[in-house]
């Protein structure tokens, strides 16, 4: 299930829980209905914001931020390399 069906849902639990109502409204578009309730639906009351939210950079490391750095470089390299044979290939052709 997407994160923001489960976003959406969590959001309404805690609206309700912290204004302490019976009922909360929730304007959501038509796309997200299905999603929306199926999430509220099967929530069990587990589902905490952090686990939304994912992991903060501090928690990632710098040795996750490395590696993204390393992988974006290589495959920007590969992909430039391509680029630049192909355009020397239809240089050749003309």
């Not at 489960?6 to 805690?14: E, V």
């Not at 199926?38 to 040795?63: H, T």
Request: hydrophobic residues 45%; aromatic residues 8%.
């Amino acid at each position: 299930m997407p994160l923001c069906f489960q976003y959406l849902a969590w959001s309404l639990k805690r609206s309700k829980a912290v204004n302490n109502c019976k009922k909360v409204v929730g304007v959501i578009g038509k796309g997200h209905m299905n999603g929306v309730v199926y999430a509220l639906i099967s929530d069990q009351g587990n589902l905490r914001f952090r686990d939304l939210a994912g992991k903060r950079p501090s928690e990632v490391g710098s040795n996750g931020l490395v590696e993204g750095i390393l992988k974006s470089l290589v495959r920007d390299t590969v992909i430039g390399i391509l680029l630049w044979a192909l355009y020397e290939l239809i240089k050749e052709g003309s």
